[in-house]
Nanobody
Framework: QVQLVESGGGSVQAGGSLRLSCAAS????????MGWFRQAPGKEREGVAA????????YYADSVKGRFSISQDNAENTVTLQMDSLKPEDTAMYYC????????????????????WGQGTQVTVSS
């Protein structure tokens, strides 16, 4: 089992920055891909960014490329999402998730692949 705890959400004006962190605990061998997802009211869950832990391969949704950056800290067992140039449309509940990539899978924004999920942290961007 893996437990994921997000932190760092909050409210910011458009153009501002926020930094989200996801602390993982439990069986580290169960996961090697960690991602960030978001869901706004009435909308589908969207894969924002993902990182293949140890191989530093990353995925970004087109809507956040050039503004968001995902990174890992193996010593602290955390994954961070740095969000810059935030827009009102970035407002959503953000979730950290993880799974172990098999040979036929990719570490991507496909939420159906992810087995473990955090409780979420709210991000609100005002215009």
């Amino acid at each position: 089992q893996v437990q994921l705890v997000e932190s760092g959400g909050g409210s910011v004006q458009a153009g501002g920055s926020l930094r989200l962190s996801c602390a993982a605990s439990g069986d580290r061998d169960s996961t090697n891909c960690m991602g960030w997802f978001r869901q706004a009211p009435g909308k589908e869950r969207e894969g924002v960014a993902a990182i293949y832990v140890g191989r530093i391969r990353t995925y970004y949704a087109d809507s956040v490329k050039g503004r968001f950056s995902i990174s890992q800290d193996n010593a602290e067992n955390t994954v961070t999402l740095q969000m810059d140039s935030l827009k009102p449309e970035d407002t959503a509940m953000y979730y950290c998730a993880a799974f172990r990539v098999s040979l036929s899978q990719y570490c991507s924004g496909n939420y159906r692949l992810y087995d473990y999920w955090g409780q979420g942290t709210q991000v609100t961007v005002s215009s």
